[in-house]
């Protein structure tokens, strides 16, 4: 029997950044029951991604899958950078690292 994920969040917003860039960013978190497997830390399944509204190439992608332990992507690479999940808020503050340096910071107010 399979388990049907559980949605933690699931979210979308626009934002100007300090940079210039309009930059969508859609973030979505599951809780995957008793999964137990190294490519779902504390058996979450997650998808955040910032994109430039006028460049989807221009991007930050954090995700894990089947066969793949958590990574991102900047812009178009393919092959992804590892890195270690010590929990969510961590991650998620890696995630909005990498995408002020890659955007610049948001402004206060999304679009």
Do not use: C
Not at 34 to 63: G, S, T
């Amino acid at each position: 029997m399979r388990i049907k994920p559980l949605v933690i969040y699931q979210w979308a917003r626009t934002h100007q950044t300090t940079q210039g860039y309009i930059i969508r960013i859609k973030m979505k978190l599951q809780s995957l029951p008793k999964i137990n497997k190294k490519e779902f830390p504390q058996d979450y399944k997650f998808n955040w991604i910032a994109y430039n509204v006028e460049n989807a190439n221009q991007r930050v992608l954090f995700d894990n899958h089947h066969g793949k332990p958590p990574h991102y992507h900047i812009d178009k690479d393919k092959k992804g950078i590892p890195f270690a999940w010590l929990s969510q808020e961590k991650s998620e503050s890696l995630f909005w690292e990498q995408v002020n340096q890659r955007f610049g910071s948001l402004k206060k107010y999304a679009l």
